[in-house]
């Protein structure tokens, strides 16, 4: 057989300018040299929301896509990604993937669905919606969206249609760590630059998990390689903590305080960048209220300042924490040696997990801001420096109603929507919805008190009509009364971009056979004529439901989806994003030009386009003169206008500062004592409800950690994934070998674990790698369905039948592990695995952060050997609980309004944001 | 030309993109990896740690899985990769006992092995392999180890690099940077029964021999499994041939040990032929693409002693049948000479295996020298035993049963517990004492019933003693064949 070793050496990705036809031997066939010839077409990875590049190969013969690879072109992954992305493939080839809309003909739950046509779909849709606007019934509509993966588009549309209707996942998730980071500085998100950074902490898994694990972990291990040192805060050992120089366990919920630990060494020490304190700390706000008698000097500021931590000294933090006071002492030292390279990450991990999180987020931006590490090189840029969100044309205005089913006035400093609390808002009696959107989104599976959403999804009274979007089963679609598929990544349209390092970005996703088909002339007016089956795109969805929602224009709704090329006709998807690349991302129609193409055409090309590199210190930015225009000067340096600050002066230059109050980095939160938290005014440690002095370890109370996750899984979205489940399939209970011998317990055991609202039933994982005394099992695992053919893909579920114990006792009891079955694709005759894992956040009761709105995910939970009737898989709900546990927590809250009579500060970011007006109480 | 990988442990992250990576490529079948990542935990809380190690095919130097390849499916190509054509696999698996570490698997759809080929078929477009492009971290680097500026070659030449068992003398040409000795050596961490978020695969269930003591405080947590690839059809064929073998190396003193008429000029040579029908049929039954067996004679291997073996057995079927036929004919010297050349070549069929087990470089429990005279001395033991109902009365016979069943005894004892020379060896060793078969010990009740049973019964019942004699050698040689395919190799 002839060898041709002339090509040398290796390239990685195939040249762009034979993408559309680059021919490659099959990998089937091979030692033959049978060649194939594909056509790549660049897309966006849809399984986390990190939006790398893929690129998707597509057979000419058999017009399939054959398989996914990284995009070279895509300046945040740069031509790799993690086992997610080419597992993609898996999710389109899916032998269970829903292909039709599906419309339910038996009692909600019940699991007969029979097909239906998108027309349908639509006009009842379009005639519901039609109505509640008509009779300014706009709070009834709602947009539950699990995985966002487009950035601006959903509120565009919603805003077209003048609700307040945007819910999210974001308070079972990263509520708190963006409150953390907001009140510093407004912008919700870190954007560290690992690559530079000299010294990395994490308190999150970004060697596996997060956002932007891909892109993140590149970087990261780029600077390990260059000598950084990197320290992992995590309860259980993450292999992130096992690739760290520096791996601490302390007692879950005491981060906060050993992050002031580090910052008590580093005050001490000196260690600190007094000339950044000095210019952009609202120092003096913090004077002024701690000692208002004082001369307000920055040595004074200092001075009181450590006078305020003292009490956070290593050896206080080992007593709470659990961490060895002087190798606090040594990593302070590093990060103080570090300075301005200081490159940190908090996201869900122990914000996610306590009550207080988001003072945890404040405490480690406390480090960042200490050390001058913000925005510079190598340090802890702010997510609006480095994620760029091009403006679509005919931008609706805001709407001017409030949704308190989203936003109540209990909580108005919540960050995001109060999203888990829907049903027990609803049971209440605050409402009821006409029209409910969950879109990539699995409410009763991933939100804790599940049976709550279980009794709000079969309650016609108060959904009166769900329709689930997504590409895949899951267990809140088997409760809708539309199931309505929509593409997976390489299926649709959405733009994106993300703070991955310090610059900004676009990236495209494409329904790559779409464009495919294109490329070869054909006529392609719509994405589902090139999807499999009658998989549509949202983007084309919300278009058409919009249109028929308005088609006389008389809702005022019309206008916004009439193409800006050709007035009065319904606008293409394609026109959409061509005026987007066209108007609002600056040096893309030049580059475009450059390569003789127009900016779309560019962008289906490349999929992707760098806007800035060496994206720092955006917040010194001149503030420009036309803003400056009629504005005062304050004795303090602070540029206002209009009784608003507007920038500051710094070396002598008006600079735009930070997108806060005092336009500088807020140590000193005027807003939380402005509104009933003047306790927490500055970064500080907020005992967690599981606080080990909560603790009986005698009775068997432990800490649960149901928070990790895996780096081979994605939510709930991985279970149309073959390759994926393959490599992970279980989640046994994380118990270190001191507490198994206690309970005389070994691997794989049966424990149960009883929450507050319930019990579990899992197995036992014995390991070095979990501090004594505290338990964690991973939260992907543990799908299930109750039916043959409908529910979770059988790749991932077991069978379960729900059984009521006695009233309102719910008990889910697997009938079949996971099985090989027959279909289309040889791979589910293979299936070896039988676990799939126990679903343990139906036994969680809501505990939701007084402050942040954030569930607070850590479970005080008592654990015992599995009692004589316990089958593993067993999952005891008692749902009587429910209100009253919620009610305990509501009770913690300070309520709106707040000054001026308003819900929420209105510096604060909100999610599609109302008009001012909606702000105010009426 | 040597294409191969240095793997840097220093930077993977064990996130896996490189096991679906190649899944994707390759199609892969479900169950099996060309490429995985081994995940082995280490030490107390707080000071533990997890170390990943990316295990895969070494394209070695000298590779043990083309050696023992019959039909030449394997090849070592020009540039280093070895290679297998699946169209010319027959499917018997010997590549996969020959290949220190676990690199093949078996498409069943096909019938055919597959491996890791460093993507051969993107190689020669130019590209790098699947594994490679999509690695978050760059830990995989490619490149051509025998040129000293290549970047693995520098890597290599610049650091204190590892090789996965370095003690089978395959040359493996992946070299790891900063993998941790108990990451890279099989069988010094425990295996609990499940892994951290994986089933453990549901293979190779038996417990770990307590006489193999692991690495304090190391734990495999997760890890891709493998197959046992022989099976009773293994253990059978050696039964069956050494009976044949046996019949045939004791037929010349059948007149000796008072054997007449039919019994004496026939009953060793149909014994033998029927004996070795049945090795036939079992060796070509257990391929994965039985239709396809008469490659080995159109596509020879000459270097592997699975072609030889098979060119041993077809020789003595030919003696054999010669035999019978110049018997018929009443040629009775000729028939005796043939007799005699037939037991010299029974010998060989009774002992090839031995050099073809010693091609089998990951199964270390089978490379013992002591292998050779414990397959002769189990062939005379089958032999003789068969012979007894003809001739229960010759104590030349029964010496010969009572030698043959001590020295399968000692063989077998010596195997079990001498100082093994690998740790492999050792494990497998150890194995012997946990693999069962139904209710019984195979190992243990193998030896009791065969040599306890049959010595006692050799006083009672002369004529029954090849029951508990042979059904104990096969209970022996489930032991065996499968101990020695029990101890990881990743």
Same mark, same amino acid.
């Given at each position: 057989?002839?060898?041709?070793?002339?090509?040398t050496?290796?390239e990685?990705? !195939?040249p762009?300018?034979q993408?559309d036809?680059w021919?490659?031997?099959?990998a089937?066939?091979?030692?033959?040299k049978?060649?194939?010839?594909?056509?790549l077409?660049p897309t966006t990875?849809f399984n986390?929301?990190?939006?790398?590049?893929?690129?998707?190969?597509?057979?000419?013969?058999?017009?399939?896509v054959r398989?996914?690879?990284g995009?070279p072109?895509?300046?945040?992954?740069?031509g790799?990604?993690?086992?997610?992305g080419?597992?993609?493939?898996?999710?389109?080839n899916?032998?269970q993937?829903i292909l039709?809309?599906?419309?339910?003909v038996?009692?909600r739950?019940?699991?007969?669905?029979?097909?239906?046509t998108?027309?349908?779909v639509?006009?009842?849709f379009?005639?519901?919606?039609?109505?509640a606007?008509?009779?300014?019934?706009r709070n009834?509509?709602?947009?539950h969206?699990g995985r966002p993966g487009?950035?601006?588009?959903m509120?565009?549309?919603?805003? /077209?249609?003048g609700i307040d209707g945007?819910?999210?996942h974001?308070?079972v998730c990263?509520s708190?760590?963006?409150?953390?980071?907001?009140?510093?500085?407004?912008a919700d998100?870190p954007?560290?630059?690992?690559?530079?950074?000299?010294?990395i902490?994490l308190l999150? =898994?970004h060697?596996?998990t997060?956002h932007?694990f891909?892109?993140?972990?590149?970087?990261i291990?780029? =600077?390990?390689?260059?000598g950084?040192k990197?320290c992992a805060?995590d309860?259980?050992?993450?292999n992130? =903590?096992?690739?760290a120089?520096?791996?601490l366990a302390?007692?879950?919920?005491?981060?906060a305080?050993?992050?002031l630990a580090?910052?008590?060494?580093i005050?001490?020490e000196g260690?600190f960048?007094? /000339?950044f304190l000095?210019?952009?700390?609202?120092?003096?706000?913090?004077l002024?209220?701690q000692c208002p008698?004082?001369?307000?000097?920055?040595d004074r500021?200092i001075?009181?300042?450590?006078?305020h931590?003292?009490?956070?000294t290593?050896?206080?933090?080992?007593?709470?924490?659990g961490i060895?006071a002087e190798?606090? %002492?040594t990593?302070a030292?590093?990060?103080?040696?570090a300075?301005?390279?200081?490159?940190?990450?908090?996201?869900?991990?122990?914000?996610?997990?306590?009550?207080?999180?988001?003072q945890i987020?404040r @405490?480690?931006?406390?480090?960042v801001v200490?050390?001058?590490a913000?925005?510079a090189?190598?340090?802890?840029?702010?997510?609006?420096?480095n994620?760029?969100?091009p403006?679509?044309?005919?931008k609706?205005?805001p709407?001017?109603?409030w949704?308190?089913?989203l936003?109540p006035?209990?909580y108005p400093l919540a960050h995001?929507?109060?999203?888990?609390l829907?049903?027990h808002?609803?049971?209440?009696g605050?409402?009821?919805?006409a029209v409910?959107f969950?879109?990539?989104y699995?409410?009763?599976w991933?939100n !804790?008190?599940?049976m709550?959403?279980? %009794?709000?999804?079969?309650?016609? /009274?108060?959904?009166?009509?769900?329709?689930?979007?997504?590409?895949?089963?899951?267990e809140?679609?088997q409760y809708?009364?539309?199931v309505?598929?929509?593409g997976?990544g390489?299926?649709?349209?959405?733009?994106m971009? @993300?703070?991955?390092?310090?610059?900004?970005?676009i990236?495209f996703?494409?329904?790559v056979?779409?464009?495919a088909?294109q490329?070869?002339g054909?006529?392609?007016?719509?994405?589902y004529?090139?999807?499999?089956?009658e998989?549509?795109e949202?983007?084309e969805?919300?278009?058409?439901l919009s249109w028929?929602i308005?088609?006389?224009?008389?809702l005022?709704i019309r206008?916004f989806?009439e193409?800006?090329y %050709?007035p009065?006709e319904?606008?293409t998807v394609?026109?959409?994003?061509?005026?987007?690349?066209e108007?609002?991302?600056p040096?893309?129609?030049?580059?475009?030009?450059k390569h003789?193409?127009?900016p779309l055409?560019?962008m289906r090309?490349?999929g992707?386009?760098?806007?800035?590199e060496d994206?720092?210190?955006?917040?010194?930015?001149?503030l420009?003169?036309e803003a400056?225009?009629?504005s005062?000067?304050?004795p303090?340096g602070t540029?206002t206008k209009?009784?608003?600050?507007?920038g500051?002066?710094?070396?002598g230059?008006?600079?735009?500062?930070f997108?806060?109050?005092?336009?500088?980095?807020?140590?000193?939160?005027?807003t939380?004592?402005?509104?009933?938290w !003047?306790e927490?005014?500055l970064?500080?440690?907020?005992v967690s409800h599981?606080?080990?002095?909560?603790?009986d370890?005698d009775?068997?109370?432990y800490v649960?950690?149901?928070?990790f996750?895996?780096p081979?899984?994605?939510?709930?979205r991985?279970?149309n994934?073959k390759?994926?489940y393959?490599l992970s399939?279980?989640?046994?209970v994380?118990?270190?070998?001191?507490?198994?011998?206690?309970l005389g317990?070994?691997t794989?055991?049966l424990?149960?674990v009883?929450?507050?609202s319930?019990h579990f039933v899992?197995?036992?994982?014995?390991?070095e790698?979990?501090?004594?005394?505290?338990?964690? @099992?991973?939260?992907h695992?543990g799908r299930w369905?109750?039916s043959d053919d409908?529910?979770?893909d059988r790749?991932a579920?077991?069978?379960?039948?729900k059984e009521e114990l006695?009233p309102?006792?719910?008990?889910?009891?697997?009938?079949?592990?996971i099985?090989?079955f027959?279909?289309a694709?040889?791979?589910?005759k293979r299936i070896w695995?039988?676990?799939?894992?126990v679903?343990?956040?139906l036994?969680?009761p809501?505990q939701p952060?007084p402050?942040?709105?954030?569930? @607070?995910?850590h479970?005080?939970v008592?654990?015992?050997?599995a009692? !004589?009737d316990d089958?593993?898989?067993?999952?005891v709900?008692?749902t009587n609980k429910?209100?009253?546990?919620y %009610?305990e927590?509501?009770?913690?809250?300070?309520?709106?309004p707040?000054p001026?009579n308003l819900?929420?500060?209105?510096w604060l970011?909100?999610?599609?944001?109302?008009?001012?007006?909606a702000y105010?109480v009426? | 030309m040597?294409y191969? *990988?240095?793997i840097?442990?220093t930077r993977?992250i064990?996130?896996h993109?490189c096991?679906?990576a190649?899944?994707?490529e390759n199609?892969?079948?479900?169950?099996?990896?060309?490429?995985s990542?081994?995940y082995t935990?280490?030490g107390?809380?707080p000071d $533990?740690r997890?170390h *990943?190690?990316?295990?895969r095919?070494?394209?070695?130097s000298?590779?043990p899985?083309?050696?023992?390849?019959?039909?030449n499916?394997?090849?070592?190509?020009?540039?280093?990769?070895?290679d297998?054509?699946?169209?010319?696999c027959?499917g018997?698996?010997?590549c996969?006992?020959?290949?220190?570490?676990d690199?093949l698997?078996?498409?069943d759809?096909l019938?055919?092995?597959?491996k890791?080929?460093f993507c051969a078929?993107?190689?020669?477009?130019g590209?790098?392999?699947?594994?490679?492009v999509?690695?978050?971290?760059?830990?995989?680097?490619?490149?051509?180890?025998?040129?000293?500026n290549?970047k693995p070659?520098?890597?290599?030449?610049?650091?204190?690099?590892?090789?996965?068992?370095p003690?089978?003398?395959t040359?493996?040409?992946?070299?790891?940077?900063?993998?941790?000795?108990?990451?890279?050596?099989?069988?010094?961490?425990?295996?609990?029964p499940?892994?951290?978020?994986?089933?453990?695969?549901?293979h190779?269930?038996e417990?770990?021999?307590?006489?193999?003591?692991?690495?304090?405080d190391a734990?495999?947590t997760?890890?891709?499994?493998h197959?046992?690839?022989?099976?009773w059809a293994v253990?059978?064929?050696?039964?069956t041939?050494?009976?044949?073998?046996?019949a045939?190396?004791?037929?010349p003193f059948a007149?000796?040990?008072?054997?007449t008429? *039919?019994?004496?000029?026939?009953l060793?040579?149909?014994?033998?032929?029927v004996l070795?029908?049945v090795?036939c049929?079992?060796?070509v039954?257990?391929?994965?693409?039985?239709m396809l067996?008469y490659?080995?004679?159109?596509?020879?291997?000459?270097n592997?002693w699975?072609?030889?073996g098979g060119?041993?057995?077809g $020789?003595f079927g030919?003696?054999?049948?010669?035999g019978i036929?110049?018997? $018929?004919?009443h040629?009775q010297?000729?028939?005796?000479?043939?007799?005699?050349?037939?037991?010299?070549?029974a010998?060989?069929?009774?002992?090839?295996?031995a050099?073809l087990f010693?091609?089998c470089?990951?199964r270390d429990?089978?490379e013992?020298p002591?292998l050779?005279p414990h397959?002769?001395?189990?062939a005379t033991?089958?032999?003789s035993v068969c *012979?007894?109902?003809f001739?229960?009365s010759?104590?030349?016979l029964k010496?010969?049963v009572v030698i043959?069943?001590v020295?399968?005894?000692l063989?077998s004892l010596?195997?079990r517990f001498?100082?093994?020379p690998?740790e492999?060896?050792?494990?497998a060793a150890?194995?012997?004492?946990?693999?069962t078969?139904?209710?019984l010990s195979?190992?243990?009740?193998?030896?009791?019933?065969s040599?306890?049973?049959?010595l $006692?019964?050799?006083f009672?019942l002369?004529e029954a003693?090849?029951v508990?004699?042979?059904?104990g050698?096969?209970?022996?040689?489930h032991?065996?064949?499968r101990?020695a395919?029990l101890?990881p190799?990743?």
């Amino acid at each position: 057989m002839p060898y041709d070793f002339s090509i040398t050496p290796l390239e990685s990705f !195939p040249p762009i300018d034979q993408w559309d036809d680059w021919v490659e031997y099959d990998a089937a066939a091979w030692p033959k040299k049978v060649q194939k010839r594909y056509m790549l077409v660049p897309t966006t990875c849809f399984n986390c929301e990190a939006a790398c590049g893929l690129v998707a190969y597509i057979d000419k013969d058999t017009m399939q896509v054959r398989k996914l690879e990284g995009n070279p072109h895509h300046p945040g992954s740069r031509g790799r990604t993690c086992a997610k992305g080419p597992a993609t493939i898996n999710q389109i080839n899916d032998p269970q993937r829903i292909l039709y809309p599906l419309k339910r003909v038996g009692p909600r739950g019940s699991g007969k669905f029979e097909r239906t046509t998108w027309d349908e779909v639509l006009d009842t849709f379009a005639a519901k919606i039609h109505k509640a606007l008509l009779q300014d019934r706009r709070n009834e509509i709602m947009y539950h969206v699990g995985r966002p993966g487009a950035d601006g588009y959903m509120d565009r549309v919603l805003q /077209s249609w003048g609700i307040d209707g945007h819910n999210s996942h974001t308070n079972v998730c990263s509520s708190s760590a963006r409150l953390g980071y907001a009140l510093w500085s407004g912008a919700d998100r870190p954007s560290p630059d690992h690559a530079n950074a000299k010294f990395i902490l994490l308190l999150s =898994a970004h060697l596996e998990t997060g956002h932007y694990f891909n892109p993140h972990a590149q970087r990261i291990i780029d =600077a390990k390689s260059q000598g950084a040192k990197i320290c992992a805060i995590d309860v259980r050992l993450s292999n992130t =903590a096992s690739m760290a120089d520096y791996w601490l366990a302390p007692w879950p919920g005491t981060e906060a305080m050993l992050l002031l630990a580090f910052a008590h060494v580093i005050l001490q020490e000196g260690l600190f960048d007094r /000339s950044f304190l000095e210019q952009w700390v609202n120092w003096r706000d913090f004077l002024r209220a701690q000692c208002p008698e004082v001369e307000p000097t920055f040595d004074r500021f200092i001075d009181e300042l450590k006078k305020h931590y003292a009490y956070a000294t290593p050896e206080a933090a080992e007593a709470e924490c659990g961490i060895d006071a002087e190798l606090i %002492r040594t990593i302070a030292r590093e990060i103080g040696a570090a300075g301005s390279a200081l490159a940190t990450h908090i996201w869900r991990n122990a914000a996610a997990g306590n009550l207080g999180g988001w003072q945890i987020a404040r @405490c480690l931006q406390l480090l960042v801001v200490l050390t001058g590490a913000v925005g510079a090189k190598g340090g802890t840029c702010l997510n609006t420096d480095n994620k760029f969100v091009p403006a679509p044309f005919l931008k609706p205005p805001p709407q001017n109603i409030w949704n308190e089913l989203l936003y109540p006035l209990e909580y108005p400093l919540a960050h995001h929507e109060l999203s888990y609390l829907l049903p027990h808002f609803l049971e209440e009696g605050r409402g009821k919805i006409a029209v409910y959107f969950t879109r990539v989104y699995n409410p009763l599976w991933t939100n !804790p008190d599940g049976m709550m959403w279980h %009794r709000m999804l079969t309650d016609e /009274s108060k959904i009166e009509l769900h329709a689930a979007l997504t590409p895949t089963w899951n267990e809140t679609a088997q409760y809708a009364d539309y199931v309505l598929p929509m593409g997976v990544g390489a299926e649709r349209h959405d733009l994106m971009s @993300c703070e991955t390092h310090a610059a900004k970005w676009i990236s495209f996703r494409q329904p790559v056979l779409r464009v495919a088909k294109q490329r070869l002339g054909e006529e392609v007016q719509f994405t589902y004529q090139a999807n499999p089956g009658e998989v549509w795109e949202e983007d084309e969805f919300w278009i058409e439901l919009s249109w028929r929602i308005d088609p006389d224009g008389s809702l005022g709704i019309r206008k916004f989806y009439e193409s800006p090329y %050709r007035p009065g006709e319904k606008i293409t998807v394609d026109e959409y994003y061509q005026w987007i690349f066209e108007n609002s991302v600056p040096g893309l129609p030049e580059e475009a030009a450059k390569h003789d193409l127009t900016p779309l055409q560019y962008m289906r090309k490349f999929g992707a386009f760098l806007v800035a590199e060496d994206v720092y210190e955006s917040y010194r930015a001149e503030l420009p003169a036309e803003a400056r225009q009629d504005s005062q000067t304050q004795p303090d340096g602070t540029i206002t206008k209009n009784g608003k600050s507007i920038g500051v002066i710094a070396d002598g230059q008006p600079r735009v500062g930070f997108n806060t109050p005092s336009r500088r980095l807020e140590l000193h939160s005027k807003t939380l004592v402005d509104w009933k938290w !003047p306790e927490q005014v500055l970064p500080g440690y907020i005992v967690s409800h599981i606080h080990r002095k909560h603790m009986d370890r005698d009775k068997g109370e432990y800490v649960l950690i149901p928070t990790f996750r895996l780096p081979t899984l994605i939510h709930t979205r991985s279970a149309n994934a073959k390759w994926l489940y393959e490599l992970s399939n279980t989640n046994p209970v994380w118990l270190h070998p001191q507490d198994a011998e206690r309970l005389g317990l070994q691997t794989t055991d049966l424990l149960r674990v009883t929450t507050r609202s319930g019990h579990f039933v899992n197995k036992v994982w014995v390991t070095e790698g979990m501090r004594p005394g505290v338990i964690a @099992c991973s939260h992907h695992l543990g799908r299930w369905r109750l039916s043959d053919d409908v529910g979770t893909d059988r790749w991932a579920s077991a069978k379960v039948v729900k059984e009521e114990l006695s009233p309102g006792v719910v008990r889910f009891r697997r009938v079949e592990n996971i099985q090989p079955f027959a279909s289309a694709d040889p791979d589910s005759k293979r299936i070896w695995w039988t676990d799939g894992g126990v679903h343990q956040n139906l036994t969680f009761p809501v505990q939701p952060d007084p402050v942040s709105g954030m569930h @607070c995910w850590h479970q005080r939970v008592t654990i015992k050997p599995a009692e !004589p009737d316990d089958h593993y898989g067993d999952v005891v709900v008692d749902t009587n609980k429910s209100m009253d546990i919620y %009610r305990e927590w509501l009770a913690m809250t300070r309520p709106a309004p707040g000054p001026d009579n308003l819900r929420r500060p209105l510096w604060l970011a909100r999610a599609v944001r109302p008009s001012p007006k909606a702000y105010r109480v009426e | 030309m040597q294409y191969g *990988f240095v793997i840097d442990q220093t930077r993977c992250i064990g996130c896996h993109a490189c096991t679906v990576a190649c899944k994707a490529e390759n199609d892969v079948p479900i169950g099996n990896f060309r490429t995985s990542v081994k995940y082995t935990e280490l030490g107390q809380f707080p000071d $533990v740690r997890r170390h *990943f190690a990316v295990l895969r095919c070494n394209q070695c130097s000298d590779a043990p899985c083309v050696t023992i390849c019959p039909v030449n499916a394997l090849e070592k190509r020009p540039d280093g990769i070895v290679d297998v054509d699946r169209d010319a696999c027959i499917g018997c698996r010997a590549c996969m006992q020959a290949c220190p570490y676990d690199a093949l698997y078996l498409n069943d759809d096909l019938g055919a092995v597959e491996k890791c080929h460093f993507c051969a078929h993107r190689i020669e477009k130019g590209l790098e392999p699947a594994c490679v492009v999509v690695c978050p971290v760059q830990a995989i680097i490619p490149g051509d180890l025998d040129d000293p500026n290549s970047k693995p070659a520098q890597i290599i030449a610049d650091n204190d690099t590892k090789v996965r068992r370095p003690e089978q003398g395959t040359g493996p040409n992946v070299h790891y940077l900063g993998a941790d000795d108990v990451s890279l050596n099989p069988g010094h961490a425990s295996r609990p029964p499940t892994y951290l978020w994986s089933d453990r695969p549901p293979h190779k269930g038996e417990s770990w021999p307590a006489s193999v003591p692991t690495v304090l405080d190391a734990t495999t947590t997760l890890d891709v499994g493998h197959r046992v690839e022989w099976g009773w059809a293994v253990s059978l064929y050696l039964l069956t041939k050494s009976i044949a073998a046996g019949a045939a190396m004791l037929a010349p003193f059948a007149a000796a040990f008072g054997m007449t008429g *039919f019994a004496a000029s026939y009953l060793p040579e149909i014994l033998a032929l029927v004996l070795l029908a049945v090795t036939c049929f079992l060796l070509v039954e257990d391929l994965a693409r039985p239709m396809l067996f008469y490659r080995l004679l159109t596509m020879p291997n000459w270097n592997s002693w699975l072609v030889r073996g098979g060119i041993i057995l077809g $020789v003595f079927g030919l003696l054999i049948s010669f035999g019978i036929v110049l018997r $018929v004919l009443h040629l009775q010297t000729a028939a005796n000479a043939f007799r005699l050349l037939s037991a010299v070549t029974a010998s060989a069929v009774a002992g090839y295996t031995a050099f073809l087990f010693a091609q089998c470089k990951g199964r270390d429990l089978w490379e013992s020298p002591l292998l050779l005279p414990h397959l002769l001395a189990q062939a005379t033991l089958c032999g003789s035993v068969c *012979f007894l109902p003809f001739a229960a009365s010759s104590l030349a016979l029964k010496l010969v049963v009572v030698i043959s069943i001590v020295a399968h005894l000692l063989l077998s004892l010596v195997e079990r517990f001498r100082a093994q020379p690998t740790e492999n060896a050792k494990q497998a060793a150890g194995f012997l004492s946990t693999v069962t078969l139904g209710p019984l010990s195979a190992f243990r009740d193998g030896l009791i019933i065969s040599v306890i049973v049959s010595l $006692v019964l050799i006083f009672i019942l002369p004529e029954a003693v090849f029951v508990p004699a042979l059904f104990g050698l096969y209970l022996y040689e489930h032991a065996y064949i499968r101990a020695a395919q029990l101890p990881p190799l990743s």
